[in-house]
């Protein structure tokens, strides 16, 4: 329960979670997995019964990306590329020994700075 308030308090200091946010972080739920990529640290999140992972930005960077935002008048955003959040989602991918033969299918932005990924295993 307290990895999901990390995850809804992440999503609240970025701007309002919409409804369908809102009921994907429910259904994720769970404890998040820290990992370092090049890109920095990301909390990937497995979806307890479907192949997929929700990659967001650690709480420490989604508040210093809110914080240049907000000293930048918006016009300066920080927040990491789809290929970096992917790039999280494979590492993950590859430290878990059941999920090695998948692969990222598909993936989008729920809501930043929250990114989904579907997998093919």
Known sequence: MKKFAVLTLALAITGCAS????VKS???????????TRYG???VYEHPSRKRLAVSATLADTLKQG?????T??????????GAYQEAAE?????????RSCRVRNGYLLQAPVYEF???C
């Open 19 to 22: 409804q369908e946010m809102r």
């Open 26 to 36: 429910a259904e994720y739920g769970g404890n998040p997995v820290n990992v370092a």
């Open 41 to 43: 640290d990301f909390s």
């Open 67 to 71: 914080a240049v935002r907000g000293l």
């Open 73 to 82: 008048f918006g016009a300066v955003s920080v927040q990491p590329s789809e």
């Open 91 to 99: 590492a993950y991918i590859a430290q878990t020994r059941r999920l």
């Open 118 to 120: 579907i997998l093919s």
